[in-house]
């Protein structure tokens, strides 16, 4: 005689899923757990605890899906059953972090060899998990003499060419997989200010008069201002750097004079 005997092993029902991924308020959400072994087909369950607002456990298939509507920290226990009615039970947490915002900064003109403004920062950044960084996107160049500081996002150095430069600043947070921002940016870097003017013509008292003040580099329209000294009774300095008027009285005059632009000032 002969006896067959079918044997069917199984392997314990154990928990394959030990943490789960991060999420971020407003975006789309989706990971799925996974346990391994037991008999048939695993349901699950939420056990203990709350997930974000915004997201739901799939019973059937173990995923968790949906559009985080709250940033928190989320501390729950989920319990996955198989056919024989072994179940097997994790404790996830569950961060959900708010959007990573950027604010473009307006940064400041530069002047060709001159040390650029302290403070000029590419962005204002909120949101995300801190801290960020900051680099700069592929191909895209500063200033040269300029460097992006990637730690906060300021721009410094001394700029030794003229031009205007864009370029494209990206932020990241510390999650993982991170959020990511681009900050556009532009800087002017212009010539230093500076005066050609060397001397005034002469006059003649009761002859009109006129001669103009010249500068060049700089920004912008210039603005010009007699800064000490005097000159001759009858005459007067518009705001263009033009002298005109008829002098009154004979003698020897000394003034200075300063032009500014829309950025720095020169003598």
Known sequence: ???????????????????????????????????????????????????????????????????????????????ATDENEAHVDVELTLSVYKALTVTPQTLPDGVKDTAYPD?????????????????????????????????????????????????????????????????????HVYESLGITTASLPDGWVGTDYSAALVATGGTGAYTWTATSGSLPRGLELADTGVITGIPTEADTFSATFQVTDTAVPAN
């Not at 002969?2 to 044997?7: D, G, H, K, W």
């Not at 204002?124 to 960084?133: I, L, R």
């Not at 996107?137 to 730690?151: C, E, F, V």
């Open 119 to 187: 403070g000029a920062y590419v962005a204002t950044v909120a949101g995300g998990t801190e801290s960020y960084t900051y680099t700069l996107k592929t191909g895209d160049h500063l200033p040269s003499g300029l460097a992006l500081r990637s730690a906060d996002g300021l721009i410094s150095g001394t700029p030794t060419a003229t031009g205007t430069f864009t370029f494209t600043v990206t932020v990241s947070d510390s999650a993982d997989p991170a959020q990511t921002a681009d900050v556009p940016c532009t800087i």
């Open 1 to 79: 005689t002969t006896l067959s005997v079918l044997l069917s092993f199984t392997t314990q029902l154990s928990m394959k899923t030990e943490a789960v991924p991060d999420g971020v308020v407003g975006k789309d959400y989706a990971t799925t757990l996974e346990a391994t072994g037991g008999v048939g087909t695993h349901t699950w369950e939420l056990a203990n605890g709350t997930l974000p607002g915004g997201l739901v456990l799939d019973p059937e298939t173990g995923a968790i899906a949906g559009t985080p509507t709250t940033a928190g920290t989320f501390t729950f226990t989920v319990t």
